[in-house]
C-alpha cells in the first residue's frame, strides 16, 4: 500500500509544477500525464487496502509486480537524459 502512495504523492508533486522542457516536449510529461499516475496510484493503493482486509495473497502478489512495472516505467521518465534524435 506504501508503494501506491509513495507513487501517487511523487505524481501530485509532480504535477503541481509545469516540468522542464524535454519533460513536456520530448517525453509527454504533462501534469495531465502526472495526473493519471496519480490516479493510478491511489487506485493501487486501494487495491492492497483491499486484498490485505480480505486476506488475498495471490492478489496482493500480482498487483505488486504490476506496481513495480509502472513504477519503473514512471520513474525512468525522469531519468533519461537528452539525446540527439536521428532525423
Given at each position: 500500500m506504501a508503494g501506491g502512495l509513495v507513487l501517487?504523492?511523487?505524481?501530485?508533486?509532480?504535477?503541481?509544477?509545469?516540468?522542464?522542457?524535454?519533460?513536456?516536449?520530448?517525453?509527454?510529461?504533462?501534469?495531465r500525464t502526472h495526473r493519471i499516475y496519480l490516479a493510478i496510484g491511489l487506485v493501487f493503493a486501494g487495491i492492497f487496502a483491499f486484498t490485505f482486509t480480505r486476506h488475498v495473497a495471490a492478489a496482493e502478489f500480482g498487483a505488486l509486480a504490476a506496481l513495480a512495472i509502472i513504477g519503473v516505467f514512471y520513474a525512468t521518465s525522469f531519468l533519461r537524459g537528452y539525446s540527439e534524435h536521428d532525423e
Open positions: 501517487a504523492v511523487a505524481a501530485w508533486r509532480a504535477a503541481r509544477g509545469p516540468g522542464g522542457f524535454y519533460d513536456r516536449t520530448l517525453y509527454g510529461m504533462t501534469p
